[in-house]
């Protein structure tokens, strides 16, 4: 009776959206706009203030947009002796890509051997590293430390990037995804007299670009903006990264803030760049791992 | 009965064929096992090098006196972990974290769970307003810190927070994050991880969202539930129980291994105000030097978490066939 009785005044109702309705709408975009531009604010003020001169950001009248540009500030920031800004870009470049690199290749390896090749011990092999899953790098970065420390690596570019390729977690997630292959197409590579590395290189491989670019995408976002490891282990300013070279200005006694911010802004230019092209990549990554640990 | 017929040259015949097999089965399985470690080699070869052998070490060195020194001089027993354990220090950052938990974990559930249904709910321009919010994951806690520290949350009077309570309701400036009471760096320090994470966790609850099947809002109302609240608490909320749940536990992992917003907004004399396990045990092994100390507290965070993720997997059916 109560399915009837709302059927019917449903459909009494005039066509076409209600004043409620549109009013909803509105509120709803309103919100959205003013919630929009408040998590716009922090990226316009690393701009603005890394643009201005300096008494503009720091007069007790504080103006939106200051009232001229000084790109200047760039070449100021690059010719710093005390801030090795471009030697940090450098590190980070490098770091990020090796590390992408490298994680992303044994880690799909790895995966793709968990999920396919019969072995006895498999399930062994896999269960030492799930185990890793459960203890976050950053917990135990005192025992890494002492380990690269031992193997003479602290302020060397591998001491800053071979404990990071190694992921549990990345593998975790290509044994998922391996495992859901069609394996029609494999068989079909073998019975082209293909073995385990052939499939995987001339099937496999080709076939997973969209998973291993969302993962690529995230391992690199992450290791751009890694601070913990690169603090502990580059402690020479020769193997700062961009990220330690600005936490060491922020912290340093004498403030230049245009200067920070400037350097700020350059630090996170190539993300920016990258989060508009791959963004697709970016969202599917996060959803398959929810957060890089 | 067959067998007892066979002649001896058969029996031979098939002994040599059977042994056969079994030498082929056996050379394939070792060139299955070739093929296995040459996949998986190299990462647990990483693994055992930069994961369990360091936790080992670790945990002969908390036994250890190991001062400005990576072997140990001289056992201590269990002295590290009393010593660790009576730590004013040490209680007091784990104090922090479980205060910067019960403030993060609840704000950025709702916040992450109210961003999600609001821009589920709109047609036009949604992939724009999920870039929106979805962007800041791309900066760094370090470029966040910068900016809720010198500009946003500035204690002189020209930082953003202090201008607009001046021009808008003419207050005085406040010491954003060195003042300890009212402690407003909990302020600074919750809405800079709220920015930076709040678009992932959004992104898991609008997949969560899609997910649902259209048709169980439709029949709620033909049943004569009304649209919003009802629909809301009765098939919305259940239905993203398991997107929920995840965020949460992301969340509680995530806040204790935070560290570099702590270092570089609580710096310098603010450490003491609000200082988390990790940048204690960084100030004890690093600035310290004190190995075998910063080992016994690394061992007991590892622990501490290892305890949680267990609970954890319980609470989530972990390891069940599903």
């Known amino acids: ?293 | 009965m067959k067998s007892l017929t066979t002649t001896s040259a058969e029996m031979s015949a098939s002994r040599e064929e059977a042994q056969k097999s079994v030498k082929k089965v056996r050379r394939r399985s070792l060139n299955t096992v070739l093929i296995f470690w040459s996949f998986v080699g190299p990462l647990i070869l990483g693994l055992i090098v930069f994961f369990y052998i360091p936790i080992i070490w670790s945990f002969v060195l908390s036994f250890a006196h190991a001062r400005a020194t990576i072997t140990p001089a001289g056992w201590v027993g269990l002295a590290n972990y009393r010593a660790m354990l009576n730590d004013h220090e040490f209680i007091k950052s784990l104090v922090t974290f479980t205060i910067f938990a019960a403030f993060i974990v609840p704000t950025t559930l709702a916040c992450a769970l109210g961003l999600a249904l609001l821009v589920n709910s709109i047609k036009l321009a949604q992939g724009f307003f999920r870039s929106v919010f979805f962007l800041p994951t791309a900066c760094s806690y370090v470029l966040a810190s910068i900016v809720w520290k010198m500009s946003i949350f500035n204690g002189s009077a020209y930082g953003l927070a202090n201008n607009v309570r001046y021009h808008l309701f003419g207050l005085d400036p406040i010491a954003w994050i060195s003042s300890p009471n009212p402690p407003w760096y909990w302020l600074v320090l919750v809405t800079v991880r709220l920015w930076l994470q709040l678009g992932i966790y959004m992104i898991i609850f609008i997949a969560g969202l899609q997910e649902i099947p259209r048709e169980l809002y439709e029949a709620a109302l033909v049943d004569g539930a009304r649209r919003g609240w009802q629909t809301f608490r009765n098939i919305t909320f259940p239905l993203l129980r398991n997107a929920s749940i995840a965020v949460l536990l992301l969340n509680v992992i995530a806040a204790f291994q935070a560290f570099d917003e702590f270092f570089n907004i609580m710096s310098g004399g603010n450490q003491i105000l609000a200082r988390p396990p990790l940048v204690y045990l960084y100030n004890i092994a690093l600035s310290d030097q004190n190995y075998g100390y910063g080992s016994a507290g690394a061992i007991i965070l590892t622990i501490i978490i290892v305890i949680f993720t267990l609970i954890q997997g319980r609470f989530l059916g972990f390891g069940r066939s599903d």
């Open chain 1, 1 to 293: 009776m109560a399915t009837l009785v709302s059927r019917s005044t449903r459909s009494g109702r005039a066509p076409g959206p209600s004043a409620g309705t549109i009013m909803s709408g509105v509120l709803r975009y309103a919100l959205l706009i003013i919630l929009g531009l408040l998590f716009l604010l922090p990226f316009y003020l690393i701009v603005r203030n890394g643009l201005a001169a300096e008494r503009e950001i720091t007069s007790p009248n504080w103006t939106f947009f200051p009232s001229t540009l000084h790109f200047e500030n760039i070449q100021e920031l690059l010719n710093d002796p005390e801030v090795p800004f471009i030697d940090g870009m450098i590190n980070s470049t490098v770091i990020a890509l090796l590390q992408t690199l490298g994680q992303i290749l044994i880690s799909a390896l790895a995966g793709y051997g968990l999920a396919r090749i019969p072995y006895r011990w498999a399930n062994q092999v896999f269960f030492a590293i799930l185990v890793t899953l459960m203890i976050p790098s950053a917990v135990i970065f005192v025992p890494t430390y002492v380990i690269v420390s031992y193997l003479g690596w602290v302020s060397t570019l591998q001491g800053l990037i071979v404990p990071g390729v190694f992921s549990g977690f990345t593998t975790f997630l290509f044994r998922q995804f391996f495992l859901g292959f069609p394996r029609d197409l494999e068989d079909a590579g073998r019975v082209d007299g293909l073995g385990y590395w052939g499939v995987f290189w001339r099937v496999v491989v080709p076939n997973s670009y969209g998973i291993i670019a969302a993962l690529s995408v995230i391992t690199f976002i992450a290791s751009w903006n890694a601070f913990l490891w690169p603090l502990v282990v580059g402690q020479d300013a020769s193997a700062w990264t961009v990220q330690v070279v600005l936490s060491n200005f922020l912290n340093a006694q004498v403030l230049n803030l245009h200067e920070l911010f400037v350097g700020a802004t350059i630090g996170i230019l190539p993300l920016v760049i990258i989060f508009f092209i791959l963004q697709r990549y970016i969202v599917e990554g996060y959803k398959q791992s929810g957060i890089k640990g």
